[in-house]
DNA sequence: CTGAAAGCGCTTACAG
DNA sequence: CTGAAAGCGCTTACAG
């Protein structure tokens, strides 16, 4: 069918009256070679009247570059979460691989302990260098490519590793939102995990309650904290809990949204009015937590930096460039809607 | 760093004790060529001893086929419907590529439009085919491939281009939401639309409320009908006309979550209960449609399956099989919720 | 500043 | 049932 004898170099180098070495040189922009202005013209005009493309493969054999990057996700128990930001971190990936004309090659993952999970794309170079999403610690086959100096970079940390990661600050983000009820005058701050304690992330954001809250000079209490488990269900129960507490928290930080909506729910089957008896602060920002009743007052993680930056490290990290900083926390941002109360009009009266 | 001497088809073929040929023959089970057991038995061993992985290129070099597909997402202003559903599709086309040792080569696209937004993919042959989610009648790319006769599959369809396509069944979807409220006893049923009405998805959604009005005796009335344009605000909007309507609809079938949402809180600004005072329908099933209040009644779009319909349509095409069904429409379902009112108990009272 | 030639690592007629 | 050899279309020392 579309069989029509496909342009090679040679048929531009022809073309343009000069050898196919030449050709390569002026098309691929080759450092260090200066070629006259008039030959370069002769190429690149011959190139683009025969509608010239190189071949990928036969590019890649002869350089041993791909100019590809694996983009592989793994899914993880965050699946709801991870997807929400999806698109955002694909933008910021395909942007920047673009940008250097680089393409993206997709792997989901079942399993990434499973054996041949992803280095399968390594060993038949399919690609120059992996951005992998979800990194687990029983992950041989990435410590493996790691210590081949195969480029790799985490979206997410893996702590002790080594592995150059672009993450979140949960730290901070946390804090940011602790602070924020605090602020408003909340000195019972309850806290929902967003998963359970091994989950770097939901320690992480632990870390950040507990600095937000001892740098303010208020303890922390081990019985207004809760284990939430991703989903909304963990919320609803975690939520149960501490309303159980006497005296309970006038103000909740669920340290992921899903988590948030179930924990807002279980407070208004039990009559509670929120804001009003009880603040909520919510972590993510996942594109529902503004529709919620009342809007949900969250943290914001931002996705497209995210995938731009691991794309942005990834690249340099593959063309030797020396890349300083391969460990990139990415600042959140506190969106506040309803849920908090601060738009209630007065803040709370300290009760002290 | 990782240089360590690549393992080459020649190194397993003298390890086993027979030709590259050979080992060409039995990796890639060509068909038509019997190789006795033994000597493939020796093969296998010593491959999977060298820890062989064939180089991509060099065999895409070689076959000519690359074994890998594009998948390219356009940024149509339906962008953050397409985001809601892009997990599900692109977990559907990977393991479907996956299963067919292919890999998905990921390309987000500004504006189709524009000349080279993908084919140059094509040119460099990275790919042995296309799905293209998000196609436009302006795009020229799209039919000079076709015309070459190169692999294209559209998610979504391109009306009269005669181009394969798997698509949601859009008339049947809406119907299937009309009918639900007139078995409920509606008979003014208000349309917005999802968007304006040169997109094919928002004609097939207004015939499918057309249809249902007609094949139940009800008049189609032109007042009845607002143009959504994507987004809540048009729906705040739309919504806020057909309430001016005297007398007014009882019902709303919103063709899009989104527009819905706008929708709703436009009818509770009035005073409106949903689904006491006025009955609403979305379209899309978007993640947030059972978060808001009351969770919304719509009609779920099988994404899993339009990526996974997508992918097998396209790897098909590519082997040259006899692709019997190149127009898939992929039936939707009826999700019921609160936002319809059926769960209120007692239908709506016949009012002739 | 430019070119002839080797080589990247496979597949695939062709021959036996 | 198996192998020798050409060829896929580039890049890249090397030479001039």
Redesign the interface.
Known sequence: ??A?RRVTSKDVAERAGVSRTTVSFVLNNVPGVRISEGTRQKVLHAAREL?Y?????????ASRK?R?IG?V?CQSPE??F???F??GV??GI??MA?AQEF??????VENVAQPDAYT??V????IDGIILSGPRSDDGQLLALRK???PVVLLGQLEGSGVPFVDVDSVGGARLAVEHLIEHGHERIGLITNAPPQYTASAQRERGYRQALEEHGLTYDRGLVCCGDFNEESGWRAMSELLEVVPPPTAVFAASDLVA?GAMEAAKARGLKIPHDLALVGFDDV??AR???PPLTTIRLPAYELGAGAGRMLLGLIKGEEVKDTQLFLETELVVRDSCGIHEGATLERSV
Do not use: W
């Not at 493309?53 to 054999?61: D, G, K, Q």
């Not at 060993?123 to 399919?126: A, F, R, S």
């Open positions: 069918m579309h029509q509608n493309y190189p071949n990928a493969a036969a590019r890649s054999l791909t590809r983009l996700l699946r709801i991870v997807d929400a999806l698109p694909l933008r395909g942007d673009q393409g993206v090659l997709l792997q989901s399968h794309l060993g038949e170079k399919q081949e100096g195969f909506f594109p529902l529709y919620v009743d």
